[in-house]
Structure formats: C-alpha cells, structure tokens
C-alpha cells in the first residue's frame, strides 16, 4: 500500500507546482471549425447578394457582374417604398402591441406567482415550441370568415391588416415575455415596498421603481421581436392572402415567380439598411431614456 | 392591502385571458381535426371514407359540420405528409448534432478569450442571429446555385442544402446557450482538477463536459425545434426536397384537409411531452446559474450594449 501510493502522491505534488501558474484556457484552434463555416456560409452568401444587387439582368436567368445602381434606383419607386413602410410600421405597431399585452402578464408571473411559476412558464413556452406555421394556420381557423369568431360575433376581420397584426402579436408574444419575466425575476420587491412605506402611491413606485428598473428588459425583448417582426414573410401571406405583402413577401416574389435576382438582392439589403437604420435609431432613444432615468 | 389584493386580481385577470388567446387557436385547430366533410361536399360522394375526399373537394375546412376520427389515419396514411415528417426530422437531428459541436467547441475557446480578441467573432455570431431569415435565404439560395455550379462536389439544392443552411443560426445559438453557461459557472472547479494532477483531457471530460451538460442538451434540443419548424430558409434552399414546414405551407394556402390538424394534433402531444423534458433540463442548470431563454436574451442585450 504504502509503496504503491508514495509515488504517487510525489507526482500530484510536481502537476500542483507545475500548475500553479495554471489558468484554465482552452487552445484558440477550437473555435475555427465554427468561425471557418460562418465566414464562408453567411458572410460567403452575404457577399454574393451583394454582389447580385449590382448586377444587372441579361436575359432569363442570364446575369453580368458589374456595379450598377439601376436595382437600388428601382427599389424607390413610390410602390416598394410604401411596401417597406407598411412593413416597418406594421412590425412596430406589432411590437407595441406585444409590449402592451405582455408585459402586464410578465409581471403577473414574476410578482404574484411562486408554486405555479414554473408552470406559467411553461405554459408560455409551449406555444413557441409548436409549429409557427400551425399556429398561423390555427388563427387562420378562428379569424375565417365563414369560422367561429365571424359567426358568432360579426367580426370578419380575416384578409386585413388587423388579422396580420393579431398574428405577429400571438406567434411573437413568448418571444417578449420571457426575457422581461427574466428581468422581473432579479426585481428587489423590498424596493416597492419602502417606497410604499415612504407613501407613494402604488402607480408612482411601479412608474419610478419598476418600470425604470425593468426598461432595459422591455428593450431587449422588444428588439427580439421587432427583429423578425420586420423579415416577416409567413404570417402576412397567410393571414393576409397576399393583399397586405411585406418586403419578405416582396423578395420571395422576385425571386419565386418574377425570376429578377438582382433586384431581390437590392431589396434584402435595402431591408437589412432600413432594419439597421430602425435599431440604431430606436437604440439611442431608449439608452437615452435609461440614462435619465438613471 | 385590498389595494394589493385588487391589483392581482386585475393582473390575474389579464393573465387568464392572455393565456385563452394563446390556447384557443390550437385547442379549436385540435377540435378541427375531428371535424366531418360537409354535407354538401358530401353529396357526389360514393366511397364509404369520408376522410378520402380531395382537398379541392372538401370545401371550407373552418366550419363545423360534425365528428369522426378518420382523419388521423388518412393524415398517417397520406404519401406526402409523413414523409415529410421524417425528412424534417432527419434535417432538424443532423442539424442539431453538427450546430452543437461546433457551438461547444467555439464555446470552449471563446469564453476565456481577450475580449479585443473574440469582438470581430461576437459580431459575426450575433449578426447571424439578427440578420432577417428572408435575407438569409435568398443569399443562400444565390451562394449555393454559385457553388453548385463552380465547385465539383458541391450538392445541388435539397436535403444537404437545406442543413448547409440552418447549421449558420443554429450553430450561433448553440455557442451563445453553452457559453452563458461555460462562463457562469466559473472555472474554480477545472483548476482545482488540474491542482489535484488531472490533465487537460480528463479535467474536460471529468469536470467542464459534465457541468456544461443541460447547456449541451438545452441548445441541441432548440437547434432542433428551430430547424424543424423552419420554413422560409427550406423553401428557398429545398430543390425538390420537402420538407414538412413547406408541405404544411402550401396545404394551408392551396388547399387543407383536416388530416393536417391530425397530425399536427399528434405532434402537439409529442412536443408537450418533449417540453415538459426540456423544462426539467433547464431547471436544473437553472438551479445553478440561468436558465437557456434567460441567457439568449441576456446576451443578445449584451450585444446591443444594455
């Protein structure tokens, strides 16, 4: 026994020395399989659109490289631009729609519930884990209009933007309220309840405590969904029949039925320029926000 | 106090009336699926199953006109949805193994990393995720025709296509998901295996792989779900494969039977059964640091700066 473990412990002593000045890292090789694919398969891919949007179209399927603007020229006909402003505004629209229903739900889970949290959760993530185009398809059934809600209430709403509206809302909803019941959860309720002791109206404290201190939440959660929002393509076509397109559809189109890649290509990256111009915009009012509340 | 307890009630309310808005779609889609051809669409028919009538024949599928059960056998039954089904299935699997290991790997390597370093790879990753999925498609139906046409044994559009493509987001996420993770849990525990005469390859396999475990499982189960219920990178990079988030799409545009409502009902089921799994994987590493949709919307905040 004694034989066979003195040499041992002799060589943990020499790997404890030796690793003292030890931190524990791992080789910088590791992460190239990953980066090598994303630089070749996304900014590859990326490049090429790029490359497409200044190209011009020379007979059916027939494309010359070059630099040419006449795809961005042709994007600001007044007819794409109202389709990326409907787009836009219908995603924002969404998107407060999204705060405004489910938000007050967040707070629900976050503030009154402890044995049947987890179960909430659940329930709020079950819908995200089901098919996207079966929940759109499942909408489809209730907002017919020969369906249930037409029949019974004379709301035939089928076909318009506030069918698309209620769709962007009811498949992006778990989206928003995870991550601001996530923000809810780290809230110090003690805080309210000085401030209450203090005597502020309840209103006050959740206006000036709450609210401030759960903004960059609300933030974040409404950039996950206002992102998407945006790129929508299956929810309008569905829901809307085709008569309310966002720029999603717009690109599918040039790309499925019109057969013009290179003014595909212009319109994705004028969604990505518009969709970027948006966030920054949207990014420093509400730190700008943050910081006075701070 | 009353102030309080009508406060609650007011958000309980909402609450409730919230989750029926969340429900009711899939419950009735769920109802539907046992729902009779009508009489009218009824009437030239000579067969004895109802559930065999054409889609072009079966008129509107969101009114009720009564109950039987064949719908799910002509859903299992039918030659295009199952297969579909299981092509889907193959993709989203293939996916998530692949989406996994190169995210634990860049993990790895990522999270210890100099900050100045690792940005230029942050970027990318997180542009991955941000950038719209039409976008996403249409370069990647462009890139992989260009491919095709250029390099020798680049596949033509279809199955591997189609995987090429979802690996992009899934492999981002799944490096986000286990990275939260990885640096969560601190490396106190890998340097006292190392204090104790453990070497790199069995401090990993002894010590960081077991701990990062429910993060491993946790991205390889949403790379899955994301693959699976993708349409619109599928539908620009499939060829002639189909997968069954486009044979649904072009049902519920071109023309549905209630078959489809069955075996979305079935899948419903499986995928509860699949939720309440993946819920007790997230609330143990929950229990320890946070949990998977906690760490994808922290760091996704993180890159916008909040």
């Known amino acids: 026994m004694t034989l066979l473990s003195e040499p041992k412990q002799e060589k943990a002593v020499g790997v404890k020395r030796r690793g003292r000045s030890f931190k524990p890292r791992y080789p910088t090789w590791l992460a190239l399989p990953a980066l090598v694919y994303e630089v070749i398969f996304f900014l590859g891919a990326l490049g090429i659109l790029v490359a497409f949007s200044f190209a011009t179209q020379t007979g059916f399927s027939q494309i010359t490289y070059g630099f040419s603007l006449d795809q961005y020229k042709a994007v600001f006909d007044p007819l794409y631009l109202s389709i990326f402003f409907r787009t836009l505004m219908m995603a924002a629209i969404g998107t407060i729609l999204t705060v405004m229903v489910g938000y007050p739900v967040a707070y629900w889970m976050a503030r009154y519930l402890s044995t049947y949290k987890l179960l909430a959760v659940l329930l709020i993530m079950v819908p995200f884990w089901t098919s996207f185009l079966i929940r759109t398809y499942a909408l489809k059934i209730i907002l017919d209009s020969q369906g249930f809600l037409a029949k019974t209430f004379g709301l035939d709403i089928m076909y318009t933007p506030i069918a698309v509206g209620i769709g962007l809302v009811y498949n992006y909803l778990p989206l928003f309220v995870l991550p601001v019941f996530g923000s809810l959860e780290r809230m110090d309720w003690t805080l309210i309840e000085a401030a209450t002791d203090l005597t502020a109206r309840p209103l006050r404290a959740f206006w000036d405590i709450t609210f401030r201190l759960t903004l960059p939440g609300i933030v974040t959660g409404a950039l996950l969904v206002f992102i998407p929002m945006t790129g929508e393509y299956v929810i309008p076509a569905i829901l809307s029949g085709g008569k309310y397109e966002f720029v999603g559809n717009l690109i599918g189109d040039t790309f499925n039925t019109a057969q013009n890649p290179p003014f595909g290509s212009a319109l994705a990256i004028m969604l990505m320029v518009a969709l970027s111009v948006f966030v920054v915009i949207y990014i420093a009012v509400a730190t700008k926000e943050e910081r006075f509340g701070a | ?306």
């Not at chain 2, 889609?29 to 729902?35: D, H, K, Q």
């Not at chain 2, 999925?133 to 260009?146: D, N, R, T």
């Not at chain 2, 990079?237 to 078959?259: D, E, H, K, M, Q």
């Open chain 2, 1 to 306: 106090m009353p102030r309080v307890s009508r406060a609650k009630a007011g958000f309980s309310v909402w609450a409730g009336v919230v989750f029926v808005f969340l429900y009711l779609p899939i419950a009735v889609m769920a109802l539907f699926a046992f729902n009779k051809p009508s009489e009218a669409a009824l009437v030239g028919f000579q067969g004895t199953d109802w559930c065999a009538l054409p889609p072009d024949k079966i008129g509107n599928v969101s009114v009720w006109n009564g109950f039987t059960t064949c719908w799910f056998s002509a859903g299992l039954h039918d030659p295009s949805y199952v297969p579909a089904i299981i092509t889907s299935a193959e993709i989203a699997a293939l996916a998530a193994i692949i989406a996994t290991c190169l995210g634990l790997c860049a993990a790895l390597a990522l999270a210890r990393m100099k900050t100045k370093i690792r940005a230029p790879f942050d970027v990318l990753v997180y542009l991955t995720l941000v950038v719209p999925e039409i976008v996403v498609a249409v370069a990647s139906l462009i890139f992989f025709v260009q491919l095709r046409n250029h390099v020798p044994f680049f596949p033509q559009l279809g199955f591997w296509t189609i995987l090429i493509g979802q690996v992009v987001f899934n492999a981002s996420l799944a490096m986000l998901v286990i990275r939260a993770r990885f640096v969560g849990m601190g490396d106190t525990l890998e340097e006292a295996a190392y204090d104790l005469g453990s070497g790199p390859v069995s401090t990993f396999r002894q010590v960081t792989f077991p701990r990062l475990m429910p993060a491993i499982v946790a991205s390889a189960l949403l790379s899955f779900t994301f693959s699976f219920d993708d349409y619109v990178l599928p539908a620009f990079t499939n060829g002639t494969t189909n997968t069954w988030p486009i044979v649904l799409y072009s049902a519920v545009r071109f023309g549905i039977t209630p078959a489809v409502n069955a075996l979305a009902t079935i899948m419903l089921a499986l995928t509860a059964v699949a939720v309440i799994a993946v819920a007790l994987v997230l609330r143990r590493s929950r229990s320890r640091t946070t949990s998977a949709p906690d760490a994808v919307g922290s760091s996704l905040g993180g890159m916008i700066g909040f």
